[in-house]
């Protein structure tokens, strides 16, 4: 069935799912870099952007890397080095050893474990706020109770569960990193989060709620974890007349460059949060009266940045629609929609979306690794669960029915109009 798109424009200029928006400020710090000379790794910007974090987070130290993804590297090592001790030169710090990880989140999250020679075991996602589901973890520790750190992101700029995941993981004397890259300036009981992990991170990519165009942070309350955190980010050198080396480096440091971009996103990061939440609220007004939800959070608990919106499709509300590994077949049907019909529909008008970050451990690199859901150890087949009535596989059953929406921050009220509209229309009966 073609569902009737009459009287509907394209954009003229494409909508994006999240693309950077930047005011002015940033080329003035970037000029001053130029001006004086400072285009390397060292520098004011550096230096300023580093303070401006630390302070708008609420923690001691910001270590301005490279990426997110370095960040977390950093945040591994220091926890494997914690835990298991230095490694020798030709050997990850977690060499072997398990760490239960997020498993609906970038793999970004979850590579730096890899980097390290660790093992990951994924854990299902809870329904409330689609993080880690501390039920999951708490069976995982059942099952491999020796496992002492574990990985937690929060998915689409919404906090997860972090009173009762902290508490599980104290119990069973476990350090948690915290993968906050798509959630700066999100808010867990009042509290940032960049926070809550004995190691934290945070991503200044480009299509984050900030961006340096590329760049990200080590936080941390301790003096210790930072010098390291910095000194292994510049190649490891030691304080020595000539290159002294005692430890394995990186190159890691952000540049002079990509920190005055920062510097000058920071200004903005609060207007940034308050525009993406207005476009969650228009959605969640918008879609009202069709079989669908947004992407929960906790209200009482939690102020999400509201990176992403999503939305999630009732169960009978579905058409058909089966994914192969890197292609979707669907059959369109009266008065109800998938997730591919939606992101085809918004295409066809020059928008952006996409479909919900498809699960770790439904991915080729890491389908052998562990898998633990709240209902025991399992690894499920989306389409059959589905049909059953009840998912025991929460990840695919979000991933199956889910899609992020068109969220730039330069999206007008009406052009969001008319997304919603496009979206109504692949309800229609
Ligand atoms: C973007 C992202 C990262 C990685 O950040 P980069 O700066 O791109 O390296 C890590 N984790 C999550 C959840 C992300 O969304």
Not at 92 to 120: I, Q, W
Not at 325 to 342: F, H, N, Q
């Amino acid at each position: 069935m073609e569902k009737n798109f009459n009287g509907i424009e394209p954009f003229e200029k494409k909508i994006w799912l999240s693309s950077p928006t930047m005011h002015g400020e940033e080329l003035d710090y970037i000029k001053e870099a130029f001006d004086t000379n400072w285009l390397s790794t060292v520098g004011k910007n550096i230096n300023e952007c580093e303070r401006m974090v630390a302070e708008y987070v609420g923690c001691k130290y910001a270590v301005a890397l490279s990426a997110g993804t370095a960040a977390l590297h950093l945040c591994v090592k220091l926890a494997g080095e914690k835990i298991y001790g230095m490694a020798k030169p030709n050997e990850g710090t977690l060499r072997g050893h398990k760490v239960f990880c997020s498993d609906m989140t970038f793999d970004a999250t979850v590579n730096p474990v890899a980097y390290e020679d660790g093992e990951a075991v994924f854990i299902d996602t809870e329904r409330d706020t689609w993080n880690m589901d501390p039920v999951a973890l708490e069976k995982a520790f059942e099952i491999y109770p020796e496992v002492k750190l574990v990985v937690i992101a929060h998915l689409y700029g919404t906090p997860g569960k972090i009173d009762e995941i902290r508490a599980i993981c104290d119990k069973h004397g476990a350090l948690i990193i915290e993968d906050a890259a798509e959630s700066l300036g999100a808010t867990y009981k009042g509290v940032q989060t960049g926070n809550f992990g004995n190691y934290n991170a945070i991503s200044f990519n480009g299509n984050k709620i900030i961006t340096g165009s590329s760049g990200g942070m080590f936080l941390t309350d301790s003096r210790e974890d930072c010098d390291k955190a910095r000194k292994w980010s510049t190649q490891s050198r030691e304080d020595a007349p000539w290159y002294q080396h005692e430890e394995v480096g990186y190159n890691y440091r952000m540049s002079n460059i990509i920190a005055g971009i920062v510097r000058g996103q920071m200004l903005h990061l609060d207007e940034h949060i308050a525009q993406k939440k207005a476009i969650y609220e228009r959605y969640k007004e918008g879609l009202k009266g069709l079989p669908v939800t947004m992407n929960p959070y906790d209200e009482e608990k939690s102020e999400p940045n509201f990176w992403l919106s999503c939305m999630l499709i009732d169960k009978d509300a579905m058409c058909r629609q089966v994914r192969g590994e890197r292609d979707v077949l669907y059959i369109s049907e009266e008065g109800k929609s998938c997730p591919t019909e939606i992101l085809e529909a918004i295409s066809k008008f020059n928008a952006e979306g996409r479909p919900i970050w498809k699960p770790m451990h439904m991915q080729p690199i890491y389908r052998n690794s562990p898998f633990v859901t709240a209902k025991g150890n399992g690894r499920a087949v989306t389409n059959a669960y589905i049909d059953e009535g009840e998912a025991l596989d929460v990840g695919m059953d979000i991933f199956e029915r889910g899609l992020c929406l068109p969220s730039d921050n330069k999206m007008t009220p009406d052009q969001q109009d008319v997304i919603i509209e496009i979206i109504r229309r692949c309800f229609d009966k």
